[in-house]
């Protein structure tokens, strides 16, 4: 239901429900959640990537679920609940990154919202379909991370776009590129800055916190080997 692969500071979740599109029950993203939180409290873990299994990232939220909610307490405690394991995701203190090579509707395309950057390939299809069910992208509106107009767009006409437009709506940050290498390459870089950097985007606090943040970046462990290393490392012919 949920593969982890591990190797050079990454480590791959993929949503491993291929016959059903990867569909998002609530045990998948209870496991998911659970998941992204042990890797975010493992020093060796840099970098979280997000993908999944077959033609899709994910179709979004498993309607066989929606069956079984036979009252409103019990479809509250349902959304409360997908909305805490996407918050999860989304709070993750490290790095995450979705690779989105097929389709991501929904609840799938909220997860991939979730993550700090969104890597479409150039098959990928994304779509906020929920009105046509009668039912709310919650995540997505309440905490998307497109303009307004963008949501709006998706999420009245439910539309399927595909990467080139997802991108110039601002829903994918890159298209065609590689994902494994962009997230080797953020995972080589100084991880405490690069978290530091996650936390101004996210909580923000104005140029007080980001003078704040650069203070302790220069004057961190981290900083100091990195420049040490800088300095006793070879130089080539013709360096100064």
Known sequence: MLRCERGEAVAW?????????NALSAALLEALAERVSELA???????IG????????????DVADFERLGSDAERRRYIERSLHCLEVVA?????????VNGL???????LAMACDI??????AEFALPEARLGVLASYAL?????????????????????????????????????AG??????????????????RLLRDGGGLAAAADASVAALGSPEHAALVEAFRTQPRARGST
Not at 13 to 21: A, G, I, K, M, N
Not at 104 to 110: D, L, M, S, T, V
């Open 13 to 21: 979740l993929t949503l491993d429900r291929p016959e059903v599109l």
């Open 41 to 47: 409290a493992d020093p060796s873990v840099h970098v």
């Open 50 to 61: 997000l993908t999944g299994a077959g033609r899709a990232f994910s179709a979004g939220a």
């Open 91 to 99: 709070g993750c203190p490290k790095p995450t990154l979705a690779a």
């Open 104 to 110: 991501a509707f929904g609840g799938g395309c909220e």
């Open 118 to 123: 969104v890597v479409a390939g150039r098959a």
């Open 142 to 178: 309440t905490r998307g991370r497109l303009a307004r107009g963008a949501l709006a767009y998706l999420a009245f006409s439910a539309r399927r776009v595909g990467a080139e437009e997802a991108a110039r709506l601002g829903l994918a940050d890159v298209v065609g590129e590689d």
């Open 181 to 198: 290498v962009l997230a080797r390459e953020i995972a080589g870089h100084a991880p405490g800055a690069v978290q530091a950097a996650k």
